[in-house]
């Protein structure tokens, strides 16, 4: 709270100066501000729900100072009430983020709430994705150190946001990278670069009293210190590349995983290879009862201190998108390939300009496990390598081509498995098929039509007298066409239609201002349900009918 | 060197922020779970719960037993005190003199973060904590008990069979409270004699009352079911408990029984009785 006080000092300060540019004694004040709203009316048709606000808003401005070495930042936000898909706790306003900073090549000391990420994330990952309506930030102080050049030394310890209030848990961590090149003098000239890391975060929590699920008058002995360590290594030679990270978690009794007793482990393994022209990689992932939340009751997206990084294609298209997976943190085995292969100019394949072509290939499986118990026990037992149920798999092929100097095309086939026990639901395998032509058409100078046109043929479909609640379901058609109008201007309508074994129709419009830092957009249309996901991180969206505004600026 | 060598040892000292408890170990007694029915109703009084961290090695115990003891003078039945063992460091007995620590009380050790000792709270205050002499403890029980009660507690037991307890709770809402509760037994010996530190030196036959010998439901008690509004009446069966050390003395026992609020532990009021 002092910290909180003195920096909303500091920065009415810095803004009574100059609020553009030059405050307190030669320091600069930037940021940001952004606003969304919603108004959205039901729609039987589509399953939207009445809004009683009739208008809803997620509002943030981010406020930073910075003077040399020394920073301080400030975020407000607002949900007044928070937009159809986020989560009705974040309902009130106020100063969500603050800090204050001071960094220096070998030192920076940040005390207040700050993200950090150890490896690839897997034992911890603070982040915010305004978007999934993700923060995890930590609240407490964190510190960086290089004593010698090569070694990075990270420490911190903090609480975790929970909505507006900060989680019960304690989060304390502590991380080493060493780059062998900056370190060791032989080393700095070879061709192998080699960066090793190690770190290790532990979790506090209060005891309880949670029943064992064998004997109602036994409860579990809960382990009120939780560790999670991680060893890393990146190596790069000539066009190779080789990133890895096996990771373990303690005893970890929660809601996540049934309150088992089991540890955790994680492995990830990224192999690529690339020049010019050609790339190729292969993921490889193995996860085993590694939810690391700071409160062991919490499930949902909030709390997790660590984030498992997703192994399939991250796509954009809407048909793409329509059956997206999210990480199983509980459990899975992964497996990815890609290859891109550019044809040169002037080659029968390549034409005039090149032709690029990426092959994607991903699998994901769950556990083959033996349960031996439910709470209170060992939970189960699962092989390392053996394969349990299907949960996605996906083959596509993508080619981009400019076809001249004003068209450039990308046309994108792929095959997705993809089961929905994935989403909590009944096991089940749907097969679709997708195509997706991407067109860009620069026609002048001052005027640009791009126009994205996608099918999908899938085995699933959707009969609410069956009881069926997938509105996915079916076979879909897309179109995309968008008319950028000068350097200021856009307008763009877009439709879905589930022409078979499926309902919906979700036709929308849009139209868009930017000048300078400054956008704003303003759409009218039907929204359909589904998934929202990023980097297999997952948020539900329901549907809505109606009118969609935002506005982002910075200075 | 000195450079690389601190931060390892950092990481060193982190990994050992990590428990693990032992294969067969996952689960412990719960305790004993209440039978919840309508009650006859007890009247509302308003008595103060001190939670008292000590230990036979800890110099300063015995000040804050007689101040406690000198406020048992003063306020009788309205002052409950309960006299905790702590789980290490002067919690720890003399060679040959018995170990007083209990599950509960290192569960609630833990839980409220004690490391000094003695060590006290009102009603699980946490906001307050007495040390030494127990600080102006007295003057506060007296403004504890001055308050208007949440709701009335009632407790009794009976020895059914040798080493056997059968205990009933009644309580009634004097005010409405919505809030989640929880009831918690907790069983206290008196007139235990054994070592303890003292400032005047080690007395062999130190008079130890009030010790907690054993949490008898879940160390958080067992939720508190259907009341709420004001004038609401339950009573609360409890199951057979055994007593598990046969040192222990039931007829210099009481049965504490309090009522807390679930998620910040203050107790909101509470009651003992012998054991017929």
């Known amino acids: 709270m002092i910290i909180k006080r003195l920096l909303l000092s500091v920065l009415a300060l810095a803004m009574v100066g100059n609020l553009h540019a030059q405050g307190i004694a030669g320091g600069h004040v930037t940021g940001n501000v952004q606003l969304e709203g919603q108004m959205s009316h039901a729609d039987t048709t589509i399953g939207a729900g009445e809004v009683p606000e009739r208008l809803l808003m997620n509002a943030r401005a981010d406020i930073l100072y910075t003077n040399g070495d020394f920073s301080a930042g400030l975020r407000f936000e607002a949900y007044q009430n928070p937009l159809l898909g986020f989560d009705a706790q974040y309902t009130g306003q106020g100063i969500a983020n603050y800090f204050v900073a001071y960094k220096t090549q070998r030192l920076a000391v940040t005390a207040g709430t700050f993200y950090e990420q150890f490896g690839s994330g897997m034992i911890l990952r603070a982040y915010e994705d305004r978007y999934l309506g993700i923060d995890n930030a930590l609240l407490g102080v964190n510190l960086m150190f290089r004593p010698i050049e090569g070694v990075t030394v990270k420490a911190l310890a903090g609480k975790q946001r929970y909505y507006w209030q900060w989680g019960d848990g304690l989060v304390r961590g502590a991380d080493a990278e060493i780059d062998l090149n900056s370190l060791i003098r032989p080393m700095s000239d070879s061709k192998l670069h080699v960066v090793l890391g190690a770190g290790f975060v532990s979790k506090y929590e209060n005891d309880e009293s949670i029943p064992s699920a064998a004997d109602p008058e036994y409860r579990l002995n809960l382990p009120l210190n939780v560790g999670a360590g991680a060893v890393r290594m990146d190596m790069n030679y000539g066009h190779w590349s080789l990133q890895t990270e096996y990771a373990r978690k303690g005893q970890d009794p929660s809601v996540m995983n049934g309150y088992i007793y089991r540890p955790g482990e994680a492995l990830m393994l990224n192999l690529t290879y690339s020049k010019r022209g050609f790339s190729a990689g292969l993921q490889a992932k193995h996860v085993d009862n590694m939810s690391f939340k700071s409160s062991r009751n919490q499930s949902g997206e909030m709390l997790y201190i660590n984030y498992i990084p997703a192994i399939n294609k991250q796509h954009t298209y809407a048909t793409l998108t329509m059956y997206p997976y999210a990480t199983q943190v509980i459990g899975e085995n992964g497996l990815q390939g890609e290859v891109m292969y550019r044809f040169k100019k002037g080659t029968a394949l390549g034409g005039k300009y090149g032709t690029d072509i990426k092959v994607n290939g991903s699998m994901i499986y769950g556990l083959d496990t033996t349960q031996v118990g439910g709470a209170g026990t060992e939970g189960y037992t699962a092989d390392w390598l053996a394969l349990g149920e299907k949960y996605y798999t996906e083959a596509s092929l993508e080619i981009d081509k400019k076809l001249n100097k004003k068209l450039h095309l990308t046309a994108t086939y792929a095959y997705q498995v993809f089961n929905p026990v994935v989403e909590g639901h009944a096991p089940d395998l749907y097969h679709n098929h997708i195509v997706v032509g991407d067109l860009s058409w620069r026609i002048n100078k001052k005027n640009a039509l791009h126009i994205k046109a996608e099918w999908m043929g899938s085995d699933s479909h959707y009969d609410p007298a069956e009881g069926h609640t997938d509105r996915r379901a079916g076979d879909w058609l897309m179109g995309f066409v968008e008319w950028t109008i000068g350097t200021h201007w856009f307008i763009s309508a877009s439709d879905q239609y589930a022409y078979n074994d499926g309902v919906g129709n979700y036709p929308s419009v849009a139209v868009g201002y930017s000048t300078g830092a400054t956008r704003l957009q303003v759409g009218y249309g039907k929204q359909r349900e589904g998934l929202l996901c990023v980097g297999g991180v997952c948020r539900q969206v329901p549907a809505s009918n109606g009118l969609t505004f935002s506005l982002t600026t910075s200075f | ?276």
């Open chain 2, 1 to 276: 060197m000195k450079k690389i060598l601190l931060p390892i040892i950092g990481a060193a000292l982190m990994m050992a922020a990590c428990d693990k408890i032992p294969e067969g170990e996952y689960t412990v007694f719960s305790g004993i779970n209440a039978t919840w029915s309508d009650g006859d109703g007890v009247e509302a009084i308003q008595r103060a719960y001190v939670e008292k961290y000590t230990g036979p090695t800890c110099t300063n115990c015995p000040l804050a037993d007689e101040t406690l003891d000198a406020a048992h003078e003063t306020f009788g039945e309205r002052l409950v005190v309960v006299s905790i063992n702590h789980y290490e460091g002067q919690g720890k007995p003399f060679a040959g003199e018995p170990d007083m620590r209990t599950d509960g009380g290192t569960a609630w050790c833990k839980y409220f973060g004690i490391n000094s000792l003695p060590s006290a709270y009102l009603n699980r205050n946490t906001s307050k904590q007495y040390t030494s002499s127990m600080g102006n403890i007295v003057t506060d029980i007296a403004t504890a008990i001055a308050q208007q009660p949440v709701l009335g507690i009632g407790v009794s037991a009976k020895e059914t069979n040798v080493g056997e307890i059968s205990i009933g709770v009644d309580i009634q809402m004097a005010q409405a409270y919505t809030k989640p509760m929880t009831l918690t037994l907790a069983l206290i010996e008196d007139s235990l004699a054994y070592k303890q530190s003292t400032p005047n030196g080690t007395d062999a036959e130190y008079v130890h009352n009030h010790m907690l010998r054993d949490v008898l439901t879940d160390f958080w008690g067992v939720d508190v079911q259907g009341v709420g509004a004001a004038g609401e009446k339950r009573h609360a069966s409890f199951g057979t408990y055994s007593v598990k050390d046969e040192n222990i003395k039931l007829e210099n026992c009481h049965i504490v029984a309090f009522v807390s609020d679930k998620a910040s532990k203050q107790v909101l009021n509470v009651a003992q009785c012998g054991i017929e």
